[in-house]
């Protein structure tokens, strides 16, 4: 069985600084992509960013991009996302997922390559 379990998020002011942690269990971690999610109310979950299973390769969408940055220790079977400059836009709900393909070359945005999935962790930016 596969576990992820997302924790560091909570409230923060604008312009404010979090890091998200996702631990995973029970598959070979090393050999997957790891991917960041978020929800926010009323909207449709989005793509955050995304590491390689070798951790030299990361992908960000525009929202974020210069702001957060990615990375993974895999002795610790440890994804983070290192989050500055929020913004009130950034509130959401976020999931770290595990890719389905090990080795996978191209990173990819589509949620339905990811098939575990962590129970998310709130990130609230006040203004």
């Known amino acids: 069985q596969v576990q992820l379990v997302e924790s560091g998020g909570g409230l923060v002011q604008a312009g404010g600084s979090l890091r998200l942690s996702c631990a995973v269990s029970g598959r070979a971690f090393k050999i997957y992509a790891i991917g960041w999610f978020r929800q926010a109310p009323g909207k449709e979950r989005e793509f955050v960013a995304a590491?390689?299973?070798?951790?030299?390769?990361?992908y960000y969408a525009d929202a974020v991009k210069g702001r957060f940055t990615i990375s993974r220790d895999n002795a610790k079977n440890t994804v983070y996302l290192q989050m500055n400059s929020l913004k009130p836009e950034d509130t959401a709900v976020y999931y770290c997922?595990?890719?389905?393909?090990?080795?996978?070359?191209?990173?990819?945005?589509?949620?339905?390559?990811?098939?575990?999935w962590g129970q998310g962790t709130q990130v609230t930016v006040s203004s």
């Open positions: 590491i390689n299973w070798r951790g030299d390769t990361t």
């Open positions: 997922a595990a890719d389905r393909s090990p080795y996978r070359v191209v990173l990819t945005t589509d949620d339905g390559a990811y098939n575990y």
